[in-house]
């Protein structure tokens, strides 16, 4: 940690304002967890699809909102600050070694293929009917995952791709393994 990291959490936050305000970060994030109990209600189905659509879409979004407007702007700022601490020394590093690249190249593809091939291969596959939220939460996670094991460079590529004026720049070979 730099001098201006410690110097950063070190400042006092407005703590009652910046704890309710995660409370609410919180609770809006979880919200979409209480889906299952909606639907599981005694209402009518336009009722609960109201309901559910809201929980999923509307609400953790007004929470955020919410927090924001209750933490201020010190207190965001400080939050923000602390994340991107936190995301600095918790983070993917910016390298890392080429079996780990590897390793997160099979990790970022297989879930692809999978998903890929599924619709036109396993739709009627009955292990795959009878396990498909396990398999594509799996899948989903090992997407997820590879993104942290192929670290920062990988999420500069990953990038690249949004960003119109951008080009691939490939490393040269080295004179060991050219053949004349």
Same mark, same amino acid.
């Given at each position: 940690?730099?001098?201006?990291?410690?110097? =950063?959490?070190?400042?006092?936050?407005? =703590?009652?304002?910046?704890?309710?305000?995660?409370?609410?970060?919180?609770?809006?994030?979880?919200?979409?967890?209480?889906?299952?109990?909606?639907? *599981?209600?005694?209402? *009518?189905?336009?009722?609960? =699809?109201?309901?559910?659509?809201?929980?999923?879409?509307?609400?953790?979004?007004?929470?955020?909102?919410?927090?924001?407007?209750?933490?201020?702007?010190?207190?965001? +700022? !400080?939050?923000?600050?602390?994340?991107?601490?936190?995301?600095?020394?918790?983070?993917?590093? $910016?390298?890392?070694?080429?079996?780990? !690249?590897?390793?997160?190249?099979?990790?970022?593809?297989?879930?692809?293929?999978?998903?890929?091939?599924?619709?036109?291969?396993? !739709? $009627?596959?009955?292990? !795959?009917?009878?396990?498909?939220?396990?398999? =594509?939460?799996?899948?989903?996670?090992?997407?997820?995952?590879?993104?942290?094991?192929?670290?920062?460079?990988?999420?500069?590529?990953?990038? *690249?791709?949004?960003?119109?004026?951008?080009?691939? +720049?490939?490393?040269?070979? *080295?004179? $060991?393994? $050219?053949?004349?």
């Amino acid at each position: 940690m730099t001098d201006a990291d410690v110097e =950063t959490l070190q400042k006092k936050p407005p =703590t009652n304002r910046l704890i309710w305000g995660i409370i609410l970060l919180v609770v809006g994030f979880l919200s979409p967890l209480l889906i299952p109990w909606v639907l *599981s209600m005694d209402i *009518s189905d336009g009722l609960k =699809t109201v309901i559910s659509g809201g929980l999923a879409f509307g609400i953790p979004e007004l929470f955020m909102l919410f927090a924001v407007g209750v933490m201020g702007k010190s207190g965001f +700022n !400080y939050l923000k600050r602390y994340m991107r601490l936190v995301m600095k020394v918790y983070g993917p590093p $910016q390298s890392v070694s080429k079996m780990r !690249y590897k390793v997160g190249l099979v990790l970022f593809v297989v879930p692809l293929v999978i998903g890929f091939i599924t619709p036109y291969v396993l !739709y $009627q596959n009955a292990f !795959y009917m009878d396990h498909a939220l396990v398999i =594509t939460l799996s899948t989903d996670f090992l997407f997820f995952m590879s993104l942290l094991v192929l670290g920062g460079e990988f999420w500069d590529k990953l990038r *690249s791709l949004f960003v119109y004026g951008a080009s691939a +720049n490939f490393p040269e070979k *080295s004179n $060991q393994t $050219q053949k004349s």
